[in-house]
């Protein structure tokens, strides 16, 4: 009697033994199968194959894996991929010195060019892949597993795609607004060309050559293309200054200025002299006209 009461709680001790994990070619046969029939838009196969392959394979499969990780998953790809490797597998390749195979095949896999393949995931890998794993958790969870949640998933790629467009478009609008936030523009309109060379001779007065030299820059293009040409033209520095008639005269005006606003770098007082001395050509008429 005590024994036969032991055996259910033997039962459940063997029960609870974790599964053995698969062998290469039963993986990849696993992974194939899971895929074979899945619909094109659904994740789920992708991620139970990935799951298996990973098991058995480990990550020596990286092609399959990826075409497995992509959105929507690449199984037409994935599939193919598995069948060629599934039909290497099912027929080996002898060799009448199989240590000397070995060497030869150590020899090559210690190439540079398949370290990745010795290589865990990287964290910046796995962070991306944690995110993605955890976008489809919540879209599955708020939206099931069925083809209902893929609408969803293609408007939030729909909708990162818009941001990092909106990003672009304020990135170049601010590169081709010649950043006029640190001239202070008065509220009452457009400024002439001697306001701006006032303002850069107080900036180049305190040390701030940079800002000096834009506002130069901003000078010459008012006396170019008019005292709205800084605040309202779509029009580079560089398209404004090509409108003088010597244009090239006026490269280390320009160059200085771009460097410094577009490249970050500073602009010595060597420099900021020769710029001075380009402006004052377009400063005299002003002055006068004044």
């Given amino acids: 009697m005590p024994a036969l009461m032991l055996l259910p709680a033997t039962a459940t001790v063997a029960s609870a033994d974790p599964l053995p994990p698969p062998s290469y070619i039963e993986a990849a046969q696993r992974a194939h199968d899971i895929i074979q029939d899945a619909a094109p838009l659904d994740p789920l196969p992708a991620e139970q194959a990935t799951q298996v392959l990973i098991s058995g394979t480990g990550y020596s499969q990286p092609e399959i894996l990826n075409d497995l990780r992509a959105r929507p998953p690449l199984y037409a790809d994935a599939s193919q991929r598995l069948t060629s490797l599934l039909e290497a597998l099912g027929q080996p390749i002898t060799t009448t010195d199989p240590a000397l195979a070995r060497q030869h095949l150590h020899d090559v896999m210690s190439m540079s060019r ?151 770098r500073e602009v010595d007082e060597a420099t900021y002299a020769r710029a001075a001395r380009i402006a004052a050509t377009y400063r005299q008429p002003v002055e006068v006209a004044a």
């Fill in 114 to 264: 398949y370290d990745a393949l010795h290589r865990p995931p990287s964290l910046l890998d796995r962070f991306g892949q944690w995110v993605q794993d955890r976008i489809t958790a919540l879209l599955r969870l708020l939206f099931g597993n069925g083809r209902g949640a893929q609408p969803p998933a293609l408007w939030l790629y729909a909708i990162g795609i818009a941001v990092l467009l909106a990003v672009v478009v304020v990135v170049v609008r601010a590169a081709r607004g010649r950043f006029t936030g640190s001239i202070s523009v008065p509220s009452d309109g457009p400024r002439p060309a001697a306001d701006y060379f006032a303002e850069a001779d107080r900036l180049a007065a305190r040390g701030d050559r940079v800002n000096a030299i834009r506002a130069l820059c901003a000078a010459v293009a008012a006396t170019l293309a008019g005292e709205r040409s800084w605040e309202g033209s779509p029009l580079t520095v560089r398209e404004i200054f090509q409108r003088a008639p010597d244009f090239a005269g006026l490269r280390p005006l320009l160059l200085p200025f771009e460097a410094a606003i577009y490249g970050g």
